[in-house]
Nanobody, 114 residues
Framework: VQLQASGGGLVQAGGSLRLSCAASVRIFSLLAMDWYRQAPGKQRDLVARISSGGSTNYEDSVKGRFTVSRDNAKNTVYLQMNSLKPEDTAVYYC?????????WGQGTQVTVSS
């Protein structure tokens, strides 16, 4: 399983970004997919999860602002981030777990200026 994340950048507070994570795996539709983030000096935390069936879960601080979705035809998971805040600044990683193995994308930097 290979994951390729993209879409990060610099945005002002209140702005929006959409992250994408493309997976090179035929079983993509069977995988739960996650977005994590890691700010400097902090641990990597789960931000959002989407199950193989499309159910979603969010970390409390992003509820109502972030939306995770997937397109199984494109083997891609998205994270739409609206109303961004400076505290959302972090490297964002996509993640999945298959056959007891964790797979991570390379990370994409999101910087929100105040």
């Amino acid at each position: 399983v290979q994951l390729q994340a993209s879409g990060g950048g610099l945005v002002q507070a209140g702005g929006s970004l959409r992250l994408s994570c493309a997976a090179s795996v035929r079983i993509f539709s069977l995988l739960a997919m996650d977005w994590y983030r890691q700010a400097p000096g902090k641990q990597r935390d789960l931000v959002a999860r989407i199950s193989s069936g499309g159910s979603t879960n969010y970390e409390d601080s992003v509820k109502g602002r972030f939306t995770v979705s997937r397109d199984n035809a494109k083997n891609t998971v998205y994270l739409q981030m609206n109303s961004l805040k400076p505290e959302d600044t972090a490297v964002y990683y996509c993640h999945t777990r298959w056959s007891r193995t964790d797979y991570w994308g390379q990370g994409t930097q999101v910087t929100v200026s105040s």
